[in-house]
């Protein structure tokens, strides 16, 4: 085939220490990530297990073959609780600990009492596919919640090792019996090895491009998150406003926009402080969240403004949703340390007409003064098309309010 068994080998054994160190050096970067260790651990020890079987072939000791294959078990074993982590779940030292150990002994016996290659290989072989199996099963379970492209491939090349390794336990046993000298590569034959190392090089490339693309998810997620609130953020609501601006434009989707601000917020601050009023802008926010579920968008705008993206909602139906919104925030007592706040919000609503979400943006906000300047705790519905030249998709927050057709009163 062009490769030799040899080199096989040491592309495994490198493959695996290259993974390990590479997992170690941003572990210690990033120390709060389990996951990154229990990789790099269980890479070196599985990297450990080949070289210490390959020192002492083709005829290693009975002690030495049951530390090797006790170590590559304890290597799947911790990427099996790596996986288990990078999904979320509790750590399972203990457990892992009692399946390597019990794998040991199991082994060892079978060693003691004279067991053939056949045997030794069928042992290895099925505790090996389980662990490929529960990381294949592991990485499919956490795609539920955290949709990552990079899992599937990754799932398929844990589930086709799982597959050769019973495939290799069944072969096995087609040797006639007896003891043998030819290792574990000479036994499986010449595709075996072959496969393994693809399947090595493949997982550890898979895990490097899967925390990369947690990680730059993540970052793309605070990005567009705000962090008080939870709430997306400006851009993030820009950014799917221009979204939804090119279907509406492409095929005539309708969709509204509310522009929302707390009123008399700043007596809040005075009279809580900031910390109270950030406790009253969460408060706000979870409130948000539940009244306006997905596929409409609840952003924070800025301070204690909010605003929403109500996509496939007509004139008449944004204005009901936002007159819901108003008098439930106006029904509800928010706790502040012990002491109760009573808030009520002034809501502009626009629809999206032509695509423009620039327009329809000023238009909310021109309705929401319109609605501060009537008395707060009302809502009202921006008809008038606005030709002002001010896009609020580029301008600054300064710009933005120079583009504002009225001036607030004092105390918002």
């Known amino acids: 085939m062009g490769l030799s068994v040899k080199t096989l080998f040491l592309t495994n054994v490198g493959v695996l220490f290259l993974s390990a160190a590479t997992a170690w050096y941003f572990w210690r970067l990033y120390r709060d990530s389990a996951v990154l260790l229990w990789w790099s651990l269980g890479t070196t020890v599985a990297g450990l297990a080949y070289v210490l079987f390959g020192v002492f072939n083709p005829a290693p000791p009975t002690a030495v073959s049951a530390a090797s294959a006790t170590l590559f078990i304890a290597g799947c074993a911790m990427i099996w609780e790596s996986l288990r982590r990078f999904n979320g779940r509790p750590a399972a030292k203990g457990r892992i600990a009692l399946i390597v150990l019990g794998f040991a002994v199991i082994f060892s016996i079978a060693l003691y009492l004279g067991a053939d290659l056949r045997e030794r290989l069928s042992l ?61 590569y000479d036994a499986m034959g010449s595709l075996v090895p072959l496969v393994n190392s693809v399947g090595i090089v493949c997982l550890n490339i898979g895990f490097v491009i899967m925390m990369s693309e947690r990680l730059s998810g993540g970052y793309r997620k ?43 917020f700043s007596d809040v601050n005075q009279r809580f402080g900031h910390a109270g009023g950030d406790l009253a802008l969460a408060a706000v926010a979870r409130l948000l969240r539940e009244q306006v579920p997905p596929p409409h968008i609840v952003s924070r705008y800025g301070g204690e403004e909010f605003c929403a993206l109500l996509a496939g909602a007509e004139a008449s139906e944004g204005t009901r949703i936002a007159e819901h919104l108003r008098a439930t925030l106006a029904g509800q007592a928010i706790d502040i340390r012990g002491q109760t706040l009573k808030l009520t919000v002034s809501i502009g609503v626009a629809a999206l007409s032509d695509g423009d979400l620039g327009a329809a943006v000023r238009s909310a906000d021109e309705a929401l003064y319109q609605a501060k300047d009537q008395g707060r705790d009302r809502v009202v519905f921006g008809q008038r098309k606005i030709s002002d030249p001010c896009s609020v998709i580029t301008a600054s927050p300064a710009q933005l309010g120079r583009c504002r057709r009225l001036t607030p009163t004092e105390g918002s």
């Open 222 to 264: 605070h990005a567009l998150t705000d962090e008080l609130t939870e709430l997306p953020n400006r851009r993030f609501f820009l950014e799917q406003g221009e979204r939804l601006s090119r279907r509406a434009r492409r095929d005539g989707t309708k969709a509204c926009v509310l522009m929302m601000d707390l009123d008399h």
């Open 124 to 184: 290895f072989s099925l505790a090996m596919a389980a662990f490929a199996a529960l990381s294949a099963r592991e990485l499919l379970r956490g795609g539920k919640q955290d949709a990552l492209l990079s899992r599937l491939p990754m799932a398929f090349v844990f589930a086709a090792m799982a597959v050769g390794l019973l495939g290799r336990a069944g072969v096995t046993w087609l040797h006639p019996p007896g003891p043998a000298t030819e290792t574990f």
